[in-house]
């Protein structure tokens, strides 16, 4: 449901346009506003959907976070937080497999970075939602082991369905193990709102995230439309929306 919200989605687009459609059909003014309608739909979708409009667009709205690139930028974290993404979930017959998305994969990768760069410090993955062979924690746990971190160095929290439980349940996890500085890597589209539920909670990570996920070919590439881009531009939106509505219960 929350995809019918969300300007850069397909849903969104199919439903914006519907109105644009019908108004082409009046006779008033030849279908003028319906025409004025399409037109600046389609033309939005084609800027946020060039990589660098949504590299701009990312980074006009989120803060800028410079990345965890040696011991002294982690400022004594003693572990590594990573957030879920979600999971695509395939099924057939009635079985299911949990895939993991390409935000959970950008999100594994840094935290897999940061955990060597530190000297081995344990990595904390959360996510609940899953699918029924495992949570996202399991599954990002499993992503973690591939890029060759000891399995007796990950921690796994899976109770956490969205951002808001991220800050309830790692603080409490995290004060179990006798961590209290920590490095906490999510997306740039999410990493204001990340950081401002975790400081809510009475902590005060340091933030690292992966690159914008878009493609970086030739110059001309750059202003094509491209699914990643949009995507990213997607992404960007949900958590401005996100933002708001945080704010609007008083979470952050």
Known sequence: MKAFLIPGSFTFLILALLPGVV????????????????TALVLSYWILSTPVAAIAFVQLFSPTIAPVMSEADA??????????AGMDVHRSRGASYGAP??????RVLEAARVHRLLGGVPIVATGG????????AGMMAYQLE???????????EDKSANTRDHGIFVPQLLKQHGIEQFVLVTS???????????RAAGTNPVPST?????????RLEMYLPSRTALYASERMMYDLLGWAYYK?????
């Open 101 to 106: 998305t390409r935000d959970v994969s950008l």
């Open 23 to 38: 108004l082409l059909f009046r006779r008033k003014n030849g279908g003028r506003a319906g025409k004025i309608w399409v």
């Open 129 to 136: 939602l899953g699918s029924t062979q495992y949570s996202e």
């Open 146 to 156: 591939q890029l060759g971190v000891p399995a007796d160095k990950i921690i796994t």
């Open 188 to 198: 740039q589209q999410h990493i204001a709102r990340a950081l401002a539920v975790f």
């Open 75 to 84: 400022r004594g974290a003693a572990a590594v937080v990573v957030l879920g």
């Open 248 to 252: 609007a219960r008083g979470w952050i």
């Open 210 to 218: 992966p690159e914008i996920y878009v493609p970086r070919g030739d």
